[in-house]
């Protein structure tokens, strides 16, 4: 139902101030992209953030990768999602206890509750990770996602173990807004959860290491997913991330328009 259902009038469905303002900002902008930053220099980092910031509605990072790490970096990346309007995911695959997950989650080198709109965890632990990551992130208005489903080949993410992270992101959903998924899954009354999908690609089907990209219309329009997440696609063999960007930009708006206007 939630699948033809604007990203607008879903933001109306949502408690979580994070979700409402993320979908809000989806339509506003006309984005359902989000670039993966998977690049280990800061200056990397912003360069390509400040490039492709005017066609994206999130930044997923991977900050344990960049070897330069400092506040500054924080800094300059929160300050061009407040320029380009767009919102941060710290995609940290949180898999721990509860009480452990509460200390990565906010405090140590990097801080992630303090910056990171959204984050995510895998349900390997069972509920008390979303616990433990819930304390922290709430009381900021932060939101999380929990990994469903994962796009390499011979992921041991699905089946019974996909079928018990959606119960648990029930129970919680304050605070558990979506999933990492592949597909979406059928909605239960009161059910609004947005959708964010890696392993999309225009041009390729696979990078060699267990990758597997599809095409943005697929995962959009075939399969229901909200938001397409691309990292090699835009930034990889030297190509031009913002031309990239908008490629891609298009290509997952378009697949949106034509998934609700059917
Ligand atoms: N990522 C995946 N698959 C998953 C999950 C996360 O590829 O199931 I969960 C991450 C890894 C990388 C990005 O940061 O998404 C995809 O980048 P490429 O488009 O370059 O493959």
Redesign the pocket.
């Known amino acids: 139902m939630s699948a033809s259902l604007s990203y607008l009038e879903r933001s109306k469905l949502h408690s979580n101030p994070t979700a409402k303002a993320f979908l809000e900002l989806m339509e506003r902008k006309k984005s359902n992209l989000s670039v993966?930053a998977?690049l280990n220099k800061k200056a990397a980092l912003i360069e390509l953030a400040d490039k492709v910031g005017p066609y994206i509605c999130l930044l997923?990072t991977?900050i344990d990768v960049v070897e330069d790490f400092d506040q500054d970096l924080v800094d300059q990346l929160t300050a061009l999602a407040k320029k380009h309007d767009f919102m941060i995911f710290e995609?940290r695959?949180f898999a721990d206890i509860g009480n452990t997950v509460k200390l990565q989650y906010g405090s140590g080198i990097y801080k992630i509750a303090s910056w990171s709109d959204i984050t995510n965890a895998h349900m390997v632990p069972g509920e008390g990770i979303v616990q433990g990551l819930r304390e922290v992130g709430l009381p900021l208005n932060r939101a999380m996602l929990l990994?469903a489903e994962?796009?390499?080949a011979g992921?041991l993410a699905k089946g019974d173990y996909t079928v018990k992270t959606v119960e648990v992101a029930r129970k919680y959903k304050d605070f558990v807004v979506g999933f990492?998924a592949m597909e979406r899954y059928a909605d239960k009354e009161g059910d609004d959860f947005i959708y964010m999908t890696?392993?999309?690609?225009l041009d390729q089907t696979s990078?060699g290491m267990g990758?597997q990209?599809k095409h943005p219309r697929e995962v959009v329009f075939d399969r229901g997913c909200d938001v397409i997440?691309?990292?090699?696609?835009i930034y990889?063999n030297g190509r031009d991330a913002a031309k990239e960007a908008k490629r891609y930009q298009e290509a997952g708006w378009n697949a949106y328009v034509e998934r609700i206007s059917k």
């Open positions: 993966a998977d997923k991977h995609d695959k990994l994962m796009s390499s992921t990492i890696p392993g999309v690609g990078d990758q990209w997440i691309v990292g090699r696609g990889g």
